[in-house]
């Protein structure tokens, strides 16, 4: 059974840093790439950043500079590096799992299984 479990939500003030973590289970981070979108109060899903199974990644403009993404192959486990925290940055963060990235990365159709989000909240 495939299943991305994720964790290290919190309440940081503004200007704090959290790191993210995406366990994974059932398939191997060398075949699929993985995704962070956050969704904040009464706005849609967006995409934040995406690291492709040959590592390679991406970033939405609104994070770039700030977030990093990486791997743990051997532990199954993405992780969202988030420093510099803004209000804005308030969401529940899911990642989501693609065996076949595109050049539209952030498209959530491509994504095929999710997990079920943790709370990130900044407060100004």
């Known amino acids: 059974q495939l299943q991305l479990v994720e964790s290290g939500g919190d309440l940081v003030q503004s200007g704090g840093s959290l790191r993210l973590s995406c366990v994974v289970s059932g398939f191997s981070l060398d075949y699929y790439a993985i995704g962070w979108f956050r969704q904040a109060a009464g706005k849609e899903r967006e995409g934040v950043s995406v690291?492709?199974?040959?590592?390679?990644?991406h970033y939405a403009d609104s994070v770039k500079g700030r977030f990093t993404i990486y791997r743990d192959s051997a532990k199954k486990t993405v992780y969202l590096q988030m420093n510099g925290l803004k209000s804005e940055d308030t969401a529940v963060y899911y990642c989501?799992?693609?065996?076949?990235?595109?050049?539209?990365?952030?498209?959530?159709?491509?994504?095929?299984?999710w997990g079920r989000g943790t709370q990130v909240t900044v407060s100004s």
């Open positions: 989501a799992g693609s065996p076949r990235l595109t050049d539209n990365y952030f498209s959530q159709n491509i994504y095929a299984y």
């Open positions: 690291i492709s199974r040959l590592g390679m990644t």
